[in-house]
């Protein structure tokens, strides 16, 4: 079984930065892709940013120039480097992690953003 640990949530105030970090069991690079998706009540989860296997990024067009995902290989764990942090950004933030057959979410962090 797969365990994500999430990481790195909290309170912050509007234009502020957060680092989100989720560190799976087992290798990270048996994974194609592990991403990082949010939910705000009432509405459908929604992806924020991804990295594949071979490092490639792709981001939400609301997020785009302002989050950061990135892939330490030491540590075996993704970071979502998130700036310039907004009121709309508020959300439960999930890590998601997939295998070719397979995926396995994380038990999701709260980021508040508000003054």
């Known amino acids: 079984q797969v365990h994500l640990v999430e990481s790195g949530g909290g309170l912050v105030e509007p234009g502020g930065s957060l680092t989100l970090s989720c560190k799976p069991s087992?290798?990270?690079?048996?994974?194609?892709?592990v991403g990082w998706y949010r939910q705000v009540p009432g509405k459908e989860r929604e992806l924020v940013a991804h990295i594949f296997n071979s490092g490639t990024t792709e981001y939400a067009d609301s997020v785009q120039g302002r989050f950061n995902i990135s892939r330490d290989n030491a540590e075996n764990t993704v970071h979502l480097q998130m700036n310039s942090l907004r009121p709309e950004d508020t959300a439960v933030y999930y890590c998601?992690?997939?295998?070719?057959?397979?995926?396995?979410w994380g038990q999701g962090t709260q980021v508040t953003v508000s003054s």
């Open positions: 087992g290798s990270i690079f048996t994974f194609t892709v």
């Open positions: 998601k992690a997939q295998k070719l057959v397979s995926s396995y």
